[in-house]
């Protein structure tokens, strides 16, 4: 039996680094509107709560079927605010009208991440019976490469380590990218966690859908991806 997803999407208005990115103008339309872009075609999502204390970002959510904002409190939008507060928060306000199985976490930074990838995870989860899934990335630098300086000594050691060291015959790591959480409501409500210990599982996804915007440096490279897959066409 095909599962009930709840999408939740959460949209703070402060950002240091890039203010109002969220909304943002990316490739046409505001940051935020291109996860909602890949909820709406998902076979699996049913309902999604945008979460978030910007009017504007409400305002958006509000023009896409099935999405639902909510108007996030001061204390959950604070710089000390967990991701599992806001997330618990908008769990609960989706309980008064809609029934899910599984809590799929789509954090706006990422707007290169598919329809198909979200999908995928999702399958991924069904298959493996799984209690949680989250989505990952190939390091794009293995991080044996790298060392900390805070003493002569690890730089010292470091190098004596690379004697002879090849970077193809260097294990390969993945990272998570941010890209998409997956975690059994009943057990998210029970331990607030959404990374779990037991029947968890990882989603890898390709480097270019992984891009996650932090800085201006992050929105200008996906602007000359999204940029480079129209010239390919």
């Keep these: 039996m095909k599962p009930k997803v ?72 604070s710089d000390t605010a967990t991701t599992v507060d806001v997330v618990l928060h908008a769990v609960e306000y989706a309980k008064k009208f809609e029934e899910f199985d599984i809590v799929c976490l789509l954090q706006p930074t990422s707007p290169l991440r598919t329809t198909q990838d979200i999908d995928n995870a999702i399958a991924l989860y069904v298959e493996k019976e799984a209690k949680g899934v989250v989505s990952m990335s190939k390091c794009e630098h293995s991080p044996l490469w790298a060392t900390p300086l805070d003493r002569p000594d690890e730089f010292k050691n470091f190098i004596k380590g690379l004697t002879n060291a090849r970077s193809q015959d260097i294990k390969e790591f993945y990272q998570l990218n941010g890209a998409i959480y997956l975690v059994d409501h009943i057990i998210l409500i029970k331990t607030k966690k959404i990374f779990l210990e037991d029947d968890y599982y990882p989603f890898i996804m390709t480097s270019e859908n992984s891009v996650d915007i932090d800085t201006l440096l992050d929105f200008k490279f996906a602007e000359l991806l999204v940029d480079s897959r129209v010239a390919g066409k």
Excluded at 25 to 54: M, Q, R, V, W
């Design 6 to 77: 709840l999408a939740v999407v959460p949209a703070r208005a402060g950002s240091k680094r890039l203010p109002q990115k969220n909304i943002k103008l990316f490739n046409g339309l505001p940051l935020i509107a291109h996860t909602f872009e890949a909820i709406k075609n998902s076979k699996y999502i049913s309902a999604t709560i945008a979460t978030s204390d910007c009017p504007e970002v409400l305002k958006i959510s509000a023009q896409y079927a099935d999405t639902y904002p909510l108007n996030r409190p001061a204390e959950l939008a």
